[in-house]
T-cell receptor
Framework: AQSVTQLGSHVSVSEGALVLLRCNYS??????LFWYVQYPNQGLQLLLK??????LVKGINGFEAEFKKSETSFHLTKPSAHMSDAAEYFC???????FGDGTTLTVKP | NAGVTQTPKFQVLKTGQSMTLQCAQD?????MSWYRQDPGMGLRLIHY???????DQGEVPNGYNVSRSTTEDFPLRLLSAAPSQTSVYFC?????????????FGPGTRLLVL
């Protein structure tokens, strides 16, 4: 069974709208979680990571994620979408683990 | 630093052919790994290595071999390619396998097996 689950393979928002990408983790997963972004025809790069220091994690490009143990969630948010945010986003546990299936974000003008 | 490099960028093989996907990093990272990315299936771990001379299997190791003779290089070998191995392959590395460690990814190799 996969240790993280991303809800929604495709998310579409208008430019300037809130971005919410969902990730839930298995309770058996150690609480260290990452969000990566993949732009077209490129490798993955780190957006942000949770390593238990603080439940609200701020990343690059205005993204942030909140670790909620009670909900076993680590959802990624951005207050205002930009066209350049269009990409595929992956939630991943640490270490030798398989990533989530990914969520493709489309931003409409 | 060049980071994580992968060659080739694109390759077409016929069923039964063999080839090696190259991966190198110049960050002195101990941990290296190979993933394959298929539509709707995210990234799946093929093999990984926690240091020179040490390799282990990931989630989908069948049909692939790896070796780690140096810290820098981690080649992935397909001994007899099959159409099911058509995919995009990513190599990644991190300093160590620890919860706070970020993985750095190469640009990927697109493989088509006919």
């Amino acid at each position: 069974a996969q240790s993280v689950t991303q809800l929604g393979s495709h998310v579409s928002v208008s430019e300037g709208a809130l971005v919410l990408l969902r990730c839930n983790y298995s309770s058996s997963v150690p609480p260290y979680l990452f969000w990566y972004v993949q732009y077209p025809n490129q490798g993955l790069q780190l957006l942000l990571k949770y390593t238990s220091a603080a439940t609200l994690v701020k990343g690059i490009n205005g993204f942030e994620a909140e670790f909620k143990k009670s909900e076993t969630s680590f959802h990624l948010t951005k207050p205002s979408a930009h066209m350049s945010d269009a990409a595929e986003y992956f939630c991943a546990p640490w270490g030798k683990s398989t990533f989530g299936d990914g969520t493709t974000l489309t931003v409409k003008p | 630093n060049a980071g994580v490099t992968q060659t080739p960028k694109f390759q077409v093989l016929k069923t039964g052919q063999s080839m090696t996907l190259q991966c190198a990093q110049d960050m002195n990272h101990e941990y290296m790994s190979w993933y394959r990315q298929d539509p709707g299936m995210g990234l799946r771990l093929i093999h990984y290595s926690v240091g020179a001379g040490i390799t282990d299997q990931g989630e989908v190791p069948n049909g692939y071999n790896v070796s780690r003779s140096t810290t820098e290089d981690f080649p992935l070998r397909l001994l007899s390619a099959a159409p099911s191995q058509t995919s995009v392959y990513f190599c990644a590395s991190s300093y160590v396998v620890a919860p706070q460690e970020t993985q750095y990814f190469g640009p990927g190799t697109r493989l088509l097996v006919l």
